[in-house]
């Protein structure tokens, strides 16, 4: 049995000419162990970098971040404002209806691939059926 339970996996459609494009979801670790969510890829995309929006100084500020931890229990929301994965260098728009491969790694749990629904521009996991 898979420990992670990836929930809502979104993308935002891109503009014409955009070259990143961000992801969001749910994660949450069912297992009895502390794991780390430690790069992700996708064919979509050259480059995928995980993220945290964060206010510094009255400041909203985009930083990358090496990994994300996952302790048992645990339930991680990738949202607007929040943790993102943002996709580096797009091969190409993403548009409404379309669907993508994401894989995740995680230190201890190996590679999960989840598809990614690609949804309108500015949408939000919360917003998906």
Same mark, same amino acid.
């Not at 794991?35 to 430690?38: S, T």
């Not at 995928?48 to 100084?57: C, K, N, R």
């Not at 790694?105 to 590679?111: A, D, M, N």
């Not at 990614?116 to 939000?124: C, D, N, R, Y």
């Given at each position: 049995? $898979?420990?992670f @339970? ?7 459609a891109? %503009?014409?000419?955009?070259?990143? #494009?961000i992801?969001?979801f749910t994660i949450?670790n069912a297992g009895k162990?502390t $794991?780390?969510? @430690?790069r992700?890829?996708t064919p979509?995309?050259?480059g %995928?970098?995980?993220?945290?929006? #964060?206010?510094?100084?009255g400041?909203m500020?985009m ?5 994300l931890e996952?302790?048992?229990?645990a339930r ?5 404002g929040?943790?993102?994965l943002?996709l580096l260098d797009?091969?190409?728009p993403l548009?409404a209806?379309?669907k993508?491969?994401m894989?995740l ?7 999960v691939?989840?598809p ?9 996991p919360?917003?998906?059926k």
């Open positions: 049995m $898979d420990p @339970l990836i929930d809502r996996p979104i993308a935002r891109t %503009v014409p000419g955009a070259t990143t #494009a992801v969001f949450s162990e $794991d780390r969510l @430690l992700a890829s979509v995309a050259s %995928v970098a995980l993220h945290q929006m #964060a206010v510094e100084g400041m500020k930083r990358a971040v090496p990994s996952l302790r048992p229990g991680i929301e990738l949202q607007p929040g943790y993102h943002m797009l091969k190409h548009k209806g379309e993508f491969p894989m790694t995680f230190e201890r749990g190996g590679t691939t989840v990614v629904q690609v949804e309108a521009l500015g949408a939000t919360a917003e998906r």
